[in-house]
């Protein structure tokens, strides 16, 4: 965010976030996080808002938080006033002036509580943005029905496990739950200790990435495989709650819009954010609740024509998930969450207040929040982090392994001399310059990823093989990338097993990859900190950096400082080879037990 600030010694240019500390960023996610929790207990119509929007009893709390936390648009505006007031005391501005940027209109209402001439954006119309806020609500709901109007609906189906997974991860062509890009092995698992069709697949969300997604697509829920549309098991006649909530979304705005504890929240530090919370609000009310409403009754439509012993999937902290543990509770049907990937310290999603797990005194209904029976975790690290910030009871936690890395371990030690020649060829790697991969989505990459490029291009004996996340395509890379010799962008489902076996080294943001790659013994580097891979360059297991000439030297120390690299080498962690099996085994118990 760069502003022109006038003080006594003349106007220069100043990157606004530049003035955060580490310690400031750090303390700007808690600061959100406490915001955000916060708003639970806020009067909405004389109730406290937990309490106030419900579904069949249930709050729909649990789907609020969720989208504040998702947008990250009160995050930012802690992180403007934290770096606004940082700007006010060293710089002691005469005034300042922002000619764009997202957050333009945030510094400004922070100038105007610090008494600093402002020139910039301001806050825009909120009618303009909510007639397409709720045009984009009525394109979800009339998406919904016709993709009912153009299937054949299944009342029954019974299986033993129902497995829900996301259609969009689903690779084609594999003939079993294999097919599944995060959970296949525990699925593969459990599919050989069931009997034919004892396990259902059902598809939830598109069948295509949001990066690649197009209107259409959620016109269609046909099948995938073996994978059966959560569409085909509601009709329009189970749909009933979630209509009720988009009819009233409007309704819920104005009550949102009219309580005096939200208007008085929407003061930060002395700056007032109204017509950003105004607009967080907004996108609840027409938005999320219909959307988490929609979930509920796909998930309770499905549950009662499946009739499982035991329900599966995974993702079960966000929205579907919360929404098929809520309804899975309420059908009296154990329910097995499995960690797909590292748990970051930041994620609002497994952190829960003591009041939030107990049931809500004035709704009897209202349970508290919905934890799976199971929550199967990789191991005791994971496991004491949701016991204690997501407050998980030890019986909800079961520590399996991870299934992915036992099968990534067992597939870059059963790597050739000629597969690692062939890969680091792929990956432009040719002759003696060192392969290193990049790993990490995008969109949380972009604010690093320039200065990440300036220093590979200045190191020509470094060729650095970009693996796009699988929910995003080859494309977002380009314009980044676009001219640099030593840097390549792969295409799109590359495995990763092949290039970490032929890698030096690894560089990311927040991907799981790091952690993976300390398991086999590849040393990382950690760029756009901080972030959630920050406890490991603090501790010494990853390397961090910020700037090109920062990226260059870590890359060096990386790549080429043998007693460096010496400190890594094949954890014990890597390579158990029981994990799918120690999965299945917790599911099927819960399955016996029920």
């Known amino acids: 965010m760069l502003l022109d600030v006038e003080t006594g010694a003349g106007t220069r240019r100043i990157d606004l976030f530049s003035l955060l500390a580490p310690e400031d960023e750090e303390r700007a996610h808690e600061d959100a996080y406490a915001w955000i929790k916060a708003v639970r207990a806020l009067r909405v119509d004389g109730e406290p808002f937990r309490g106030r929007f419900t579904l069949r009893g249930d709050s729909l709390w649990w789907f609020a938080e969720l989208y504040l936390h998702k947008e990250q648009a009160m995050h930012h505006a802690i992180r403007v006033v934290r770096a606004f007031d940082a700007l006010v005391a060293r710089e002691r501005p005469r005034a300042v002036r922002a000619s764009d940027g997202r957050h333009a209109a945030m510094v400004g209402a922070a100038a105007d509580a610090r008494g600093v001439p402002y020139a910039g954006p301001r806050w825009h119309r909120v009618n303009a943005s909510l007639v397409r806020m709720d045009a984009r609500a009525m394109r979800l709901a009339a998406a919904a029905r016709v993709s009912r109007l153009r299937t054949r609906h299944i009342l029954r189906a019974r299986a033993g496990v129902a497995a829900f997974i996301h259609r969009a991860f689903w690779r084609t062509g594999h003939g079993d739950g294999s097919a599944e890009s995060y959970i296949g092995l525990i699925l593969r698992a459990l599919e050989t200790r069931l009997d034919p069709g004892g396990i259902r ?16 697509d959620s016109l269609s829920a046909g099948e995938i495989d073996a994978v059966v549309a959560v569409e085909r098991f509601a009709p329009f006649s189970a749909m009933e709650g979630s209509r009720q909530v988009y009819r009233r979304r409007h309704e ?7 309580s005096a504890d939200l208007r008085a929240h929407a003061v930060i530090a002395g700056v007032d954010c109204w017509p950003l919370v105004r607009e967080q609000l907004a996108g609840i009310a027409l938005l999320q609740f219909p959307w988490s409403a929609r979930a509920m009754d796909e998930a309770a439509a499905a549950l009662r024509a499946i009739e499982p012993g035991v329900a599966v999937t995974y993702a079960e902290a966000g929205g579907w998930g919360r929404a098929l543990a ?5 059908a009296g049907v154990p329910l097995a969450g499995l960690q797909h990937g590292f748990i970051y310290r930041h994620w609002l999603n497994y952190r829960h207040e003591p009041d939030e797990i107990a049931p809500d005194a004035r709704h009897p209904s209202d349970r508290g929040f919905p934890f799976p029976d199971r929550t199967l975790v990789f191991d005791e690290h994971a496991a004491a982090h949701l016991r204690q910030a997501g407050r998980f009871p030890d019986a909800a936690l079961a520590v399996t392994g991870s299934a992915s890395l036992d099968a990534l371990a067992a597939a870059v030690r059963a790597l050739g001399p000629e597969d690692i020649a062939r890969v680091r060829h792929e990956g432009g790697a040719d ?29 020509p004996d470094v060729q650095l093989a970009v693996k796009p996340h699988p929910a995003e395509t080859p494309d977002v890379y380009q314009a980044a990338t676009a001219g640099v010799a030593n840097i390549r962008v792969l295409p799109a489902g590359t495995p990763l097993p092949p290039l970490l076996g032929a890698a030096r080294g690894v560089v990311t943001v927040n991907s799981t990859v790091a952690v993976d790659a300390l398991a086999l013994g590849i040393p990382s580097l950690v760029i756009g900190l901080p972030n959630n891979l920050t406890p490991f360059v603090n501790a010494g297991a990853m390397l961090g950096a910020g700037s090109a000439a920062e ?12 007693e460096f690299r010496s400190m890594f080498h094949p954890g014990t962690t890597a390579g158990s080879g029981r994990a799918a099996e120690a999965s299945a085994d917790v599911i099927l118990a819960l399955r016996k037990r029920s």
Do not use: C, H
């Not at 819920?252 to 009219?258: E, G, V």
């Not at 809520?326 to 309420?330: G, K, P, S, W, Y």
């Open 201 to 216: 697949y059902v598809g939830v969300g598109p069948r295509t990435n949001f990066r690649a997604r197009r209107w259409w």
């Open 252 to 258: 819920t705005r104005r009550s949102l819009w009219d």
């Open 326 to 330: 809520l309804e899975a509770r309420r």
């Open 431 to 459: 002759g003696a310059r060192a392969l290193v991969v990049f790993a990490a989505k995008e969109r949380e990459a972009r604010g690093a990823l320039p200065a990440l490029v300036e220093a590979v291009r200045g190191m």
């Open 551 to 562: 990226i260059r030297e870590a890359l060096a120390k990386l790549l080429y400082d043998q």
